[in-house]
């Protein structure tokens, strides 16, 4: 029997100078789409998966655009909700050397932050539904997406669909009243497959970790003591995974994951990822990953080579979306990292 996916977020128009350049340098910008979850469902598709969508969208032809090129990698759409007067947007600047990298939203009053409970119809989307996957970024953006997104996990895991949830801190998104620890306690407490890194953890969770990740290095060792802390609060949570960033500089980062699970703690192999094309949706194409793998490969060591290699190959991608086959993925997840020409 086949598997399906379900993700539920925010689909943003994305607005960037051209390459290195800062924000109207020169007065272009190039536009795209993407949003944590879409890029996850992205993911899915090109690795083959049938994969559905959901979120809130305005009816005008900026929403039209989006909708079609999610279809055109083969991402279903029929749950898309139309309302709402505008889609969120974002500014991406891409830093360089050691300028960083800046975002800017402007997604206040977006569809989706004005969606609520009892809108979306989860018994008749989880039909037939393997997994659903959501993040910590759509309960940022007010109450009542929120309020819906909990909805949400609670109507799959009343369905007995998996889920999992990349906790996804947003410092500038949470500023409607009730606190992030608050919010995604609650809410994690219904997953069985929780990604984070160590903000998402201190911020979303109260849960701190004795770490500097400023300094350039990651004790990947450190975060075995983090998930036993997570695991042990939260008892539904059955996988628990993190990325570890090592930032040299903006275009120059060491990439790994670690995963832990109720037998064991397993980490992958540590990539060095010069010259990065794009690091948005880094996170997102390594929770695809995970998910992927969780459904389709044998044991965890190769699940974590897999979402690490995913992740790392998004790097050298432009744009929000993963635009990676699986059969490179697999590829680079073997050790095939020569970058060689494929005749």
Known sequence: MSKKYVTFGELMLRLSPPEHEILFQTPRLEATFGGAEANAAVSLANYGESVEFVTALPQN????????????????????????GRMGIYYAETGASMRQSKVVYDRAHSSISEISPGEL??????????????????????????????????????????????????????????????????LASQVDVLIANEEDCQKCLGIELDVDVAKGSLDASKYRELARLVTA???????????????????????????????GFYTSKKYEIRDIVDRIGGGDAFGAGLIWGLGNLGGPQEIVEFAAAASALKHTIYGDYNRISLEDVKNLAAGDASGRVQR
């Not at 997104?149 to 500023?175: F, H, M, P, Q, T």
């Open 61 to 84: 032809a900026v929403a039209d655009a989006a909708i079609r090129e999610l279809r055109a990698f083969g991402v279903g759409t029929s749950h898309i909700l139309r309302k709402g």
């Open 233 to 263: 609060r939260f008892p539904n949570v059955a996988h628990f995974a993190v990325s570890l960033r090592e930032s040299l500089s903006a275009d120059w980062n060491n990439w790994s994951v670690v995963m832990a699970t109720k037998d």
């Open 121 to 186: 119809k989860w018994d008749n989307i989880f039909k037939g539904v393997h997994w659903f996957h959501t993040t910590g970024i759509t309960p940022a953006l007010s109450r009542s997406a929120a309020e819906t997104a909990l909805e949400a996990v609670k109507a799959a895991r009343a369905n007995g669909v998996k889920i999992s949830c990349d906790l996804n801190y947003r410092k500038k998104l949470w500023k409607w009243g009730r606190s992030p620890e608050e919010v995604m306690t609650e």
